[in-house]
């Protein structure tokens, strides 16, 4: 007698729906140990005038968000220890999300983190899709109603040892005034597991905060001089007559200090802000804010596109529109100027 054929999808009818987020629960913990490794050694993130530097991305995410009071009250008083302090955090949640550790309140914190990157970092993304937080709020949302519930976690193989009878467990109960065997044992599980965690956690955001390095700035700086711009025959060879300088021109540098297809930011002459130029490879120069329309991290110059080092806009370094990214608009051009072997910035 021949047994009855096997279905090969009988396996997948019969999958709880708790493990079918095993998957989703392993991606978002991983993620967030990843965001938080990438914070910490992000040698920008916690230096200022960095094109990367947390303090710049909070007034940005602050300005005209429904949770910028939360940043302007918490955060922006405090970079560095909202920036450490966050970091570790998703390093931590991450870890717990991943070994299925009190997985429902690690996954509530992560949403609740996600919530506010939305309400901030994200806000201003259109359309909305195209911002990562809000699909991450979405993603934690079955992870903290479930927890790990049908999928392999630490959690469960603590409550699986805490129900096994132990010969010791008699003795240590008597001990603890009101507590079951089991409750304290499982107690005792749970505190060794956390500490681990937390030591873990230590150990990664401190290997990766050691590992961060000093920060060296990838696009070269031009210094705008607050001196008078100097005259087309003092800025010339004698020989060659220049045609006067725009008033206001500003002294950036000299023109051999950018080669072709090289980046430089320099300080406006009129509000202070970074700017960039950049030598196109025909040698013509162009300038641009170089605020980036999202969140007001400084961009910079890189293969032949104009990046914004923080979340990733892109934009056209000859027109400054926006190419890609969560970038909300084109970035202001500005005016320069090549004459006598410098740069000037042209006032606008
Ligand atoms: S500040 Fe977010 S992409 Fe530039």
């Given amino acids: 007698m021949s047994s009855p054929p096997v279905n090969r999808f009988d396996g997948l009818r019969r999958l709880e729906p708790g493990a079918a987020l095993l998957p989703l629960r392993v991606f978002l913990g991983a993620t967030f140990v990843y965001a938080g490794i990438q914070k910490l050694s992000d040698p920008g993130f916690l230096h200022k005038g960095a094109p990367s530097y947390l303090g710049t991305q909070l007034h940005g995410f602050a300005n005209g968000t429904p949770g910028g009071f939360i940043l302007k009250t918490f955060a922006i008083p405090h970079v560095t220890l909202a920036g450490v302090g966050i970091a570790f955090a998703e390093i931590a949640i991450g870890l717990l999300v991943l070994i299925g550790l009190f997985t429902r309140g690690a996954a509530a914190a992560g949403l609740l983190i996600n919530l506010l990157f939305l309400i901030t970092a994200s806000w201003k993304t259109y359309p909305y899709f195209l911002g990562s937080d809000v699909v991450f709020v979405f993603a934690w949302l079955p992870i903290a109603l479930t927890g790990a519930s049908g999928q392999p976690a630490l959690e469960h193989t603590l409550a699986r040892r805490a129900r096994r009878p132990r010969p010791d467990a008699q003795a240590a109960a ?54 008078p711009p100097p005259t ?117």
């Avoid at 005792?188 to 390095?213: I, N, Q, Y």
């Avoid at 890189?302 to 890609?324: F, K, L, N, S």
């Fill in 232 to 348: 087309s025959t003092a800025a010339a060879p004698a020989t060659v007559k220049q045609p006067p300088l725009p008033s206001g021109a500003v002294r950036l540098g000299p023109a051999s200090r950018l080669r072709a297809d090289q980046g430089a930011t320099y300080r406006d002459p009129a509000n202070g802000d970074p700017d960039l130029v950049i030598r196109h490879r025909n040698g013509t120069l162009t300038a641009t804010s170089a605020v980036c329309t999202h969140a007001g991290c400084t961009v910079g110059y890189e293969g032949g596109q104009i990046v914004c080092p923080c979340h990733g806009a892109t934009y056209d370094p000859q027109t400054g529109e926006a190419t890609g990214g969560p970038a909300q608009g084109p970035l202001a051009k500005r005016g320069v100027l090549e004459q006598g072997g410098s740069i000037y910035a042209i006032p606008s």
């Fill in 174 to 227: 008597g001990a603890l005034v009101g507590a079951t065997p089991a409750a304290a044992t499982r107690r005792e599980l749970l505190v060794r597991a956390s500490a681990l965690t937390g030591v873990a956690t230590l150990v990664l955001g401190g290997f990766s905060a050691l590992a961060k390095g000093r920060y060296r700035a990838r696009t070269s700086s031009l210094d705008a001089t607050a001196k």
